[in-house]
């Protein structure tokens, strides 16, 4: 079992930035790869990028370049730095975690307008 808790959503202007953390805590031994998704209003579930055990990083194309995901294994925490915000970035965040399944965090909103 893995328990994540995300933190450091809020309201931004187009154009600034952002940082979410995510902890584990529990079996994190056993992760190997944790990541972002997002959800828009009225939208689906959109995945934004992850980090393995290893170290391999992957972004959606919505957000390369402006989104930087990093771990630090030590901390059992995984970080999306967002920067260059849009007003399309607007969503609920939800980090995860993979084992054998699949753990969600509870979500943190994020909100870009002017």
């Known amino acids: 079992q893995v328990q994540l808790a995300e933190s450091g959503g809020g309201s931004v202007q187009p154009g600034g930035s952002l940082t979410l953390s995510c902890a584990a805590s529990?079996?994190?031994?056993?992760?190997?790869?944790m990541g972002w998704y997002r959800q828009a209003p009225g939208k689906q579930r959109e995945w934004v990028g992850s980090?393995?055990?290893?170290?391999?990083?992957d972004y959606s194309d919505s957000v390369k370049g402006r989104f930087t995901v990093s771990r630090e294994n030590a901390k059992n925490t995984v970080y999306l730095q967002m920067n260059s915000l849009k007003p399309e970035d607007t969503a609920v965040y939800f980090c995860?975690?993979?084992?054998?399944?699949?753990?969600w965090g509870q979500g943190t909103q994020v909100s870009v307008s002017s």
């Open positions: 995860y975690a993979d084992i054998t399944e699949r753990y």
């Open positions: 529990g079996s994190t031994f056993s992760i190997f790869r």
């Open positions: 980090i393995t055990d290893s170290g391999y990083i």
